[in-house]
């Protein structure tokens, strides 16, 4: 039974029918559901991009990076001095991509050649010197204050209320991003990602230069997070310098191994945990917050290392290894070739 199921999930047909109806459930939804879910399914979708840039250098690539919020911090700032400048809107989307990719590639090419904690080190800079940054930028960034880009109202011949509005911006360019990254995993990038995850020096034997795959991995990463601040701004119309803050890069990396490092529905996954569980804490026990973050934390490292979006592959090994224990009293089958019991009786 187990196999079927199994056989049946890997059909084109029956994945293509089941992305169909999530993709009609997605669009059908906002329409149906109160303000307060729509605006959190929308802020899901924000930080799930933003968890997705990540995976691209972490979970593909194997490099640490602890930087990615600077680029979601860089992309909300540049989309909101952009919209109070009067810039047309797809300018604005298109120069927050560049810049935060440029700036990636800056970064990347100075610690693309470092490896292990050196990187990770240089990355912890982003976020801790962007926050006293913004607040010196105060012409730009609005100081410690932050500034507000009020552009997402829904026009009137949409119909939609406001955050049904946001919601379907959330959607088409957080799913074009998705689909944009899954092709690039799926092809001769992607596979050139992980042989540089795995041996960096078989990777260079094979042709591979570790240190181009490695810029090209944080630069596309950072791009991703350009999208994300973008969205950012699309969903919460607000920035200041908290939102490039350390410990919500923690809080991106945490995600990540949550959901799954190294897989798109992990990424998915990780802005669903990025988004309720704080909430969940919240409700549950305010002052014991991190504590409790920490234990699901633990506890999904423990049971599945792989990630929450690992879970199908653990069932499935975990029913196979049920399914071939013997049950207590039964003879195990004889192996291929082995003597029969009457073969061997005198």
């Not at 199994?6 to 992305?19: D, H, V």
């Not at 897989?263 to 990025?274: C, K, M």
Request: net charge positive.
């Amino acid at each position: 039974m187990g196999a079927q199921q199994t056989g049946l999930l890997r059909k084109p047909w029956f994945q293509l029918t089941l992305a169909l109806v999530v993709v009609a459930a997605l669009v059908v939804a906002p329409l149906l559901l109160p303000i307060p879910v729509n605006q959190t399914l929308a802020r899901i979708g924000v930080f799930a991009v933003a968890v997705l840039g990540l995976n691209v250098i972490m979970g593909y690539t194997g490099q640490v990076s602890l930087g990615q919020i600077f680029f979601l911090g860089l992309g909300a700032y540049v989309t909101a001095y952009g919209v109070n400048s009067g810039w047309n809107i797809v300018l604005v989307f298109v120069a927050t991509v560049l810049i935060c990719g440029v700036a990636g590639l800056v970064v990347a090419l100075a610690a693309a050649r470092l490896g292990g904690l050196a990187i990770a080190m240089v990355t912890i800079a982003l976020p801790i010197i962007g926050v006293p940054l913004a607040k010196r930028l105060s012409e730009f960034t609005g100081g410690s204050q932050g500034t507000s880009a009020r552009f997402t109202s829904a026009p009137d011949w949409s119909g939609l209320a406001d955050d049904q509005w946001q919601y379907y911006l959330v959607l088409a360019i957080g799913g074009v991003t998705f689909l944009l990254v899954h092709n690039l995993v799926r092809g001769k990038y992607g596979r050139a990602f992980r042989i540089v995850k795995e041996n960096e020096a078989v990777a260079g034997a094979m042709g591979i230069s570790p240190y181009r795959y490695k810029v090209l991995a944080f630069t596309i990463a950072s791009m991703v997070g350009g999208v994300s601040g973008f969205l950012y701004m699309v969903v919460v119309q607000y920035t200041s310098p908290e939102t490039l803050a350390f410990h919500h890069s923690i809080s991106l990396l945490a995600s990540m191994v949550v959901g799954g490092a190294g897989s798109i529905i992990g990424s998915l996954l990780g802005g669903v945990y990025y988004v309720l569980v704080p909430n969940f804490t919240n409700e549950v026990a305010p002052t014991l917050t991190s504590l409790i973050q920490g234990a699901i934390l633990l506890l999904v490292l423990f049971v599945l290392p792989g990630g929450i979006a690992s879970l199908p592959r653990a069932l499935r090994r975990w029913t196979r290894r049920s399914g071939s224990t013997p049950t207590p009293g039964s003879t195990p089958a004889p192996a291929p070739g082995a003597p029969s019991e009457k073969e061997v009786s005198p």
